[in-house]
């Protein structure tokens, strides 16, 4: 069974750092696409960071601007979101999203097959 959890978010001041995780579960890691989104209220979701793990490429949303860090810990069958210099800007639901046996990795939030049910991160200024 697909399942996606995601754990880590919190309230946090700005400048400091929080990571999520997302334990997936029923995934091969052989080519999976697994992506972090984010919406905030009265805003659309927006893609954070992407990893495709048939070639361990990663992408990030252009506001990232170095200050994130995806990553795939396959033995954990778990997907990290590193999250530094945080700014009330990042205040937002994040969620995990996966899609399995993949053959590519897109933005599109529609591609993702599995979901989780997200995770608060509240940055204060």
Same mark, same amino acid.
């Given at each position: 069974q697909?399942?996606?959890?995601?754990?880590g978010?919190?309230?946090v001041q700005a400048g400091g750092s929080l990571r999520l995780s997302c334990a997936a579960s029923g995934?091969?890691?052989?080519?999976?696409c697994m992506g972090?989104?984010?919406? =905030?209220? #009265?805003?659309e979701r927006e893609g954070v960071a992407l990893i495709y793990t048939s070639n361990?490429?990663? =992408?990030? #949303?252009?506001f990232v601007k170095g200050r994130f860090t995806i990553s795939l810990d396959n033995a954990k069958n778990t997907v990290y979101l590193q999250m530094n210099s945080l700014k009330a800007e990042d205040t937002a639901m994040y969620y995990c999203a996966g899609s399995n046996w993949a053959s590519f990795c897109p933005?599109?939030?529609s591609f993702?097959?599995?979901?989780?049910?997200?995770?608060?991160v509240t940055v204060s200024s």
């Open positions: 697909v399942q996606l959890v995601e754990s978010g919190g309230s995934y091969t890691w052989r080519s999976a972090w989104f984010r919406q =905030a209220p #009265g805003k361990n490429s990663t =992408a990030y #949303g252009d933005w599109r939030g993702f097959k599995d979901w989780g049910q997200g995770t608060q």
